[in-house]
């Protein structure tokens, strides 16, 4: 007998429909074959089935079957094949009614019919509702982050037997709902009020943070360059949801979406550790999956003790960065994860921290200081829009009980200025400063003549870069969005080129 089910597969962001067919033969030799380019945990899912099956009091087919996960031009990966191949196997054997043609399955199996969760969820939910189909069963533990998709019936199903009860009409599966509690929220965050001291980093990352761009800091150990880089996340702009969903979709496929949380809305922070590979920075795998660059989109991804990182780890960066996009070839396909963050690096100025202290000595050999630098490669460097000196902070104002400015404060002038760029970017694709092309900042950063000379003598005498001379007309474009200014001024400018001159002062001993 044959049976077909509807199910979906999941390749990077990309869903696509999946049919599962099921054909039971009522001669030969027992024999079950899957076809269809599966992957080596779908060619597994004939075991799981099998004793799910039996341990829920069902027949598994004692015949030659066969099933085909059509396309079959496309390789199926990963266990979530388990329950739509159960239901396709129990309809073509007789034990379960036909008449699924709207509904489609995803889920893991256990060997006593309990349904585990699956990455990719979301995309395949949302895949599914644009195909036609109304009903769709999904494991319980993602329930909550499907039940976002509008126009579809999200069923959650904890275990084989409640979902055959439901499909026989004896005990109707609730359709999963979106909880308002189950959304991430930004309350938690840290705030600026903690920080003392730091009144030009803080300005810095203000300035960053209004026009998305990428930050360098360095100073000695204890400055607070973690503690700074760890609350930029607070004075960004709320997410859009259309963000929200696109970050919630990326941790979905990634599998780090907690199971009772329906949709990001806090922006990410991630912070990876020096040993990262480049895989784990950019992504990477015989099944492709995202790394901490993409799971940082719509956020801040963190680097602290830059030159501590591997060299090949931190090259692989470039590209994304200027594109927002990491793309990954494999025999299977190409896949591209979005990358649209703010890149933190923070670094000690050599080894021990301390050259160019005010108070305490450097005991680094000679020429250690830029060894340790250079591990810092120019072209890297040159993407990073504000460099911030970060000084240890006295102890006249650690000892004050003087309150810092809070992070809601700082926010309202960062949705100020974001406010007048999505504005100015409206219909272009982009949503601030820090993401215009070359052509755009021409046409959005013109200069008058006192300007063009001070920019003139600040690109010879830094040697700038044509990367660097575009970095701070949109830097300058920040400063002016920031001070209500429809035009970039001598003094907008000025402060633009100070953010990029932190490098001849290091790099160049």
Known sequence: MFARINSMGCFG???????????????GLPRFDIVGLPGASVKEAQDRVRSAMKNCGHEFPGSRVTVNLAPADRRKEGPIYDLPICIALLVGSGQLRSGHEKSAFIGELALDGTVRRVNGALPMVIAARDAGWTEIFVPAANAAESAIVEGVHVYPVAHLRELLMHLRRQKEI?????????????????????????????????????????????GPPGSGKSMLAKRLPSILPDMSPAESLETTKLYSVAGELPSNVSLIRARPFRSPHHTVSAAGLSGGGSVPRPGEISLAHNGVLFLDELPEFNR????????????????????AGTVRYPCTVMLVAALNPCPCGFFGHPTRRCVCPQGAAQRYLSRVSGPLLDRLDIHIEVPPVEFKRLSSNEKSESSAAMQTRVNRARAL?????????????????????????????ESRRLLEGAFQSLGLSARAYDKILRVARTVADLDGSERIAVQHLAEAIQFRSLDRKFWSE
């Open 312 to 331: 090949a780890s931190l090259e692989v960066l470039r590209q994304p960065i200027e594109d927002g996009e990491v793309s990954i070839s494999r025999a």
């Open 174 to 218: 609730e359709p999963a709902t979106m909880q308002e509690s189950e959304v991430l929220s930004t309350q938690m965050m840290l705030d600026f009020a903690d920080v003392k001291g730091q009144a030009e980093a803080r300005h810095a990352l203000e300035v960053a943070a209004a026009g998305n761009h990428n930050v360098l800091m360095i």
């Open 13 to 27: 962001m990309e869903a696509f429909a999946v049919e599962v067919e099921a054909d039971c033969f009522n001669s």
């Open 421 to 449: 760029q999505r504005e100015r970017f409206a219909g272009l694709g982009i949503h601030a400063n820090g993401q215009m092309t070359p052509a755009q900042t021409r046409q959005f950063c013109p200069l008058d003549d």
